[in-house]
């Protein structure tokens, strides 16, 4: 079982619908999840970080928790073109090598 | 200013050349990272520097070599490096090297696209 684990996609949403993106743990321990979004050819860019249970919300983003279950989800709502990307669930592995485990990514298409 | 820069943007170089990436952030962040990154797939983390001293090297082959002149400043020397080492270089900055929550906050700079002729 892989740490952190995304469905590869390529997800495809008409413009303004809701795009809805799932990820996984392992680690019961962990406190800190971060969605980054990565258009080709750029480097990856912070869009939400979450740290408790239940949702955040930063404009036409929402991140949801829930450890219980062990997944972190963002939501896009009133998608546009401009989203088109590829989104990575990190999740902060605490402990002597501390550092961020990656999913593989999503494949995000917003269609006009 | 959450800002990363690198330099340069492109390198193209032969397995027998000696080249340095060089990173610079502003934000008083106390870690900085290198990372590669391969078409496809995520960042895969290479150093930590903590504080500027080396916290982690995940067992990165001795032709890739970090250095951190300062707290603001990181570089990663290159030297015989081989075809397979083609990718993008990304540096990112955090505020505390897993201090706390939000201190892990990692934030990219636009990478250096590196290819090994």
């Given amino acids: 079982q892989k740490e952190v684990e995304q469905n590869s996609g390529p997800l495809s949403v008409p413009e303004g619908a809701i795009a809805s993106l799932n990820c996984t743990y392992s680690d019961r321990g962990s406190q800190s999840f971060f969605w980054y979004r990565q258009y080709s050819g750029k480097s990856p860019e912070l869009i939400m970080s979450i740290y408790s249970n239940g949702d955040k919300e930063d404009g036409r983003?929402?991140?949801?928790?829930?450890?219980?279950?062990?997944?972190?989800?963002?939501?896009?709502?009133?998608?546009?073109?401009?989203?088109?990307?590829?989104?990575?669930?990190?999740?902060?592995?605490?402990?002597?090598?501390?550092?961020?485990?990656?999913?593989?990514?999503?494949?995000?298409?917003?269609?006009? | 200013?959450?800002?990363?820069?690198?330099?340069?943007?492109?390198?193209?170089?032969?397995?027998?050349?000696?080249k340095s990436l060089?990173?610079?952030?502003?934000?008083?962040?106390?870690?900085?990272?290198?990372y590669k990154q391969k078409a496809k797939k995520p960042p895969e983390?290479?150093?930590?520097?903590?504080?500027?001293?080396?916290?982690?090297?995940?067992?990165?082959?001795?032709?890739?070599?970090?250095?951190?002149?300062?707290?603001?400043l990181l570089n990663l020397h290159l030297h015989a490096l081989q075809p397979e080492d083609s990718a993008l270089y990304l540096c990112a900055s955090s505020q505390d090297p897993g201090g706390g929550r939000?201190?892990?906050?990692?934030?990219?700079?636009?990478?250096?696209?590196?290819?090994?002729l």
């Fill in chain 2, 22 to 34: 060089k990173c610079e952030q502003h934000m008083g962040h106390r870690a900085m990272y290198w």
């Fill in chain 1, 61 to 112: 983003f929402t991140a949801q928790l829930n450890k219980a279950s062990q997944y972190v989800s963002l939501l896009i709502r009133d998608s546009q073109p401009s989203d088109s990307a590829t989104y990575l669930c990190a999740v902060f592995r605490a402990g002597n090598n501390r550092k961020l485990i990656w999913g593989l990514g999503t494949s995000l298409a917003v269609n006009p």
């Fill in chain 2, 45 to 72: 983390l290479m150093f930590v520097y903590s504080y500027e001293k080396l916290s982690i090297n995940e067992s990165v082959p001795s032709r890739f070599s970090p250095e951190c002149p300062n707290s603001s």
């Fill in chain 2, 102 to 116: 939000a201190y892990n906050e990692q934030f990219f700079g636009p990478g250096t696209r590196l290819t090994v």
């Fill in chain 2, 1 to 18: 200013d959450t800002e990363v820069t690198q330099t340069p943007k492109h390198l193209v170089m032969g397995m027998t050349n000696k």
